[in-house]
């Protein structure tokens, strides 16, 4: 993974979300707890700040529009980081907002990759369709994770299953790669990348983090809006 693959990545996301995109995105939202992603996303975030059973301090990575705010449990102060000004824009009147119970919300434009956090620590992460998706989940970025966390705290974050997205077509390539030229290797090399990660790419990443006790499940989505597989990571420190 090169610094230069996360650089473009932002610069990508950036332009995605610009303003249009993102009041599409905040208007889609209304429609998006009729999709199962819902209930599903939405019971998990519940249920794992619920599962402290005392008041806790959250950290969402990419919260984009704040679509999940509202499921919060037992929530004395909220930080949501994007790196679109727009989206954050949206999430200062999110989804069912006077559902969201939270004293302290504070909402930071930038990346999570550069933002200091400086001493601050978190009882629970979350972190949906950004990492390994719109920018790399790298070593680094589990470290930086596994420090904000204070002990006992828990990160939840998905993934796009790039098992699920392989055609046959990409599995005979892959099986033929070995025996191709070079040429055709960095043709294929480029035309492979991308921030989704296969089971075995994302279990060798948690085994070299900090991170030991953690169950990775796979779901797949059936929503209008996105059809397709997440792996999704929940990580005790
Ligand atoms: C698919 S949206 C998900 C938003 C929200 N988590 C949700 O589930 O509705 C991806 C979000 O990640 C944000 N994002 C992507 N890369 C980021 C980065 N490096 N730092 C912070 N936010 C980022 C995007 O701006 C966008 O709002």
Sequence with gaps: MDNQQLKTSEEKTINLYNKAYSENYRAYDEQFINEPSYPHFGGIIRKLSASFGRPISVLEVGCGTGRYFHTLQNTAH?????????????????????????????????????????????????????????VPLTPAMLVKLHQLLNDGGVLFTTVVNLDARKNLKRKLAETAYPMMPQRVKQVLDERWKSNYLTLQQLKTLMTASPFTNYDIENYISEDKGWKGGHYEVTARK
């Design 78 to 134: 909220l930080t949501g980081i994007d790196i679109s000004e727009h989206m954050l824009e949206l999430a200062r009147h999110p989804l069912k907002e006077n559902e969201v119970n939270i004293p302290d919300i504070r909402l930071i434009a930038g990346s999570v990759y550069e933002y200091d956090f400086g001493n601050q620590q978190f009882d629970f992460i979350y972190c949906i369709g950004v990492l390994g998706e719109h």
